[in-house]
């Protein structure tokens, strides 16, 4: 290969000051895949299955009809997008759930650690399992339908359903990740090597290659020719997304929204979640490692996903070094070994989960299958199609082995393949299960999910006008006159314990914590009164 005009990627100018880093306090959204079991008209009815389980979630709406019918009097009903239809806030951890298209959608209250993201966000599906069950109670005595649920995958009908992963960065390192240019082709390089850590699929869909297995649910149904955008569906849906949905009014603070995961949970779940998180973090210090770029990073989401001997090598921009999926891996992590102390108050537990990945990556690269099985998705469920495939002669597209693909996600712990293995020891588990309990009634303490659930319990329902991530609306009685009340709080905002908000046990407890009188300044920032 003639490389004479190769050049490496640009490299920044000299900095004149320190960049400064946020802590990387992360959110995620898990799309299910719902359907009717036996639904008389054979279509499996999704919207009428994501109606019926998210009619069984407690939740305050995230705006009021009246408020609503006030500002539009001349709306005969609400009008939602699509994308988002009949949201709630959970008051009792601050999440949040609605309808996306015809699926449910559970969006998990935001944390600062990758252990509290995977406890948040199994906590969210618990509630949707309890949602199931409760629906499915409903629907016995009229017949056999059955509302099924399943995490992560892709339904053969030419829909994906997989994790969105939120993180906090820095504005100025948002828009370099954002831009397109050499630190977008990195993160979208980053995405690619990450297939490995997915759920696991049989055979492929959207016109792709054919091939027995892959690692990644979702690959199949990212753009081949665009590495960035707003897109999240089909067939346009990019790698790395550039929407810029800040959620809060500090306007040196972005939302990253990665939409490329497919995992379930263990330890993909929290690898994916710190990688990404060591990653920003590095790209606000400027010192992403971009000379591992690969030159084509959409081409690499689908070869390496389709690469079931770990072999496949993709070419990198800098220096035409061609590497495995787990190399990229393994040299990335040489990187992050250098900034490691650099990580303190940034990114919590990165010295365990250094380990953890290092330990991960050397797997990958020595192939032991049968150690990983018990540590990722992809690889526990290869061990159990290929024991079924070896036991009943099977062919890779024999119906069996898309059963077992497709209930290894499934919500219901007496189907779903992954419950079972966990229940057996089969899968090593990274959580307690009683953080996920506390999780499914009580916010992280540690961030401003914290804060939007008291508001949310202590605060009349019927006062509440609109609320969302960073803002609560409502109305109350003050100084003798009926006020409404905007209450702003940023990602770094928390409740600080022994205050008055952490005291506080009613509502007129919170209007006395926020000193919420016109007369006198709020002591709580974004505190409004008119």
């Given at each position: ?9 640009p ?25 009717i ?82 406890a ?9 399992r309890?949602?199931?069950?409760k629906?499915?109670?409903?629907l ?6 059955r ?11 030419g829909?994906s ?58 690959a ?91 072999r ?62 018990s ?15 070896k ?63 008291k ?34 709080f ?41």
């Open positions: 290969m003639n490389t004479t005009h190769a050049l490496p990627p490299v920044p100018p000299a900095l004149k000051s320190k960049p400064k880093m946020v802590p990387k306090i992360c959110g995620g959204d898990y799309e299910v895949a719902n359907f079991e036996n639904d008389p008209t054979g279509s499996g009815d999704a919207a009428r299955a994501a109606k019926l389980l998210l009619a069984e979630i407690e939740g305050v709406p995230w705006i009021n009809r009246s408020c609503w019918s006030s500002m539009y009097p001349k709306a005969k009903k609400l009008l939602e997008i699509d994308t988002d239809r009949g949201r709630v806030f959970l008051p009792g951890n601050g999440g949040s759930i609605y309808i996306d298209l015809d699926h449910l959608e559970l969006a998990m209250p935001e944390v600062r650690s990758c252990s509290d993201h995977e948040a966000m199994r906590a969210m599906c618990m509630i949707a309890e949602a199931m069950k629906a499915n109670a409903r016995a005595p009229a017949g056999d339908e509302i099924r649920v399943r995490l992560n995958n892709t339904d053969g009908h829909n359903f997989g994790t969105h992963l939120n993180l906090l960065v820095q504005r100025d390192a948002f828009r370099r990740m954002t831009s397109g240019g050499t630190v977008s082709r990195f993160f979208a390089s980053f995405c690619a090597a990450t297939t490995v850590l997915g759920q696991g699929k049989v055979g492929s869909e959207n016109e792709r290659a054919p091939v027995s297995y892959q690692w990644s649910q979702r199949d149904f990212f753009s081949s020719t665009r590495i960035i955008g707003e897109d999240t569906q089909a067939p346009n849906r990019v790698v790395w997304n550039t929407r810029d949905e800040s959620h809060c009014d500090d306007c040196d603070l972005a939302r990253l929204h990665c939409i490329f995961y497919d995992h379930v949970f263990n330890r993909a779940a929290q690898l994916k979640v710190w990688l990404l998180q060591v990653a920003a973090a590095m790209e606000e210090a400027r010192v992403a490692p971009v000379d591992i770029t690969l030159a084509a990073p959409l081409a690499a989401v689908i070869s390496w996903s389709h690469d079931l001997g770990l496949h090598k993709a070419r990198l921009l800098a220096d035409h070094r061609s590497v495995t999926s787990a190399e990229w891996l393994a040299m990335f992590l040489d990187s992050v070994g250098r900034f490691l102390p650099e990580l303190e108050g940034i990114v919590p537990e990165s010295q365990r989960m250094f380990e953890m990945a290092v330990n991960t990556a050397d797997l990958l690269m020595r192939r032991d299958y049968a150690a990983l099985s540590k990722l998705d992809a690889f526990a469920k290869l061990a159990i199609i290929r024991q079924t495939k036991a009943h002669g099977l062919e890779w597209d024999a119906p069996p082995l898309k059963v077992i693909d497709q209930l290894y996600g499934s919500l219901d712990e007496e189907e779903g393949i992954i419950w079972q293995l966990e229940a057996a020891g089969a899968m090593e588990t990274l959580v307690d299960p009683g953080r996920v309990a506390h999780f499914m009634t009580h916010p992280p303490a540690d961030t401003r999910a914290a804060i939007r659930s508001l949310l319990r202590l605060v009349d329902p019927a006062d509440i006008r609109r609320v969302d991530w960073g803002e609560l609306v409502f109305e109350a009685d003050i100084e003798d006159r009926r006020r409404r009340v905007l209450l702003s940023d990602p770094l905002n928390k409740i600080e314990p022994g205050s008055a908000l952490d005291r506080a046990t009613s509502q007129e407890d919170v209007i006395a914590a926020m000193n919420l009188s016109p007369s006198r300044p709020a002591e709580t920032p974004g505190a409004l009164v008119s």
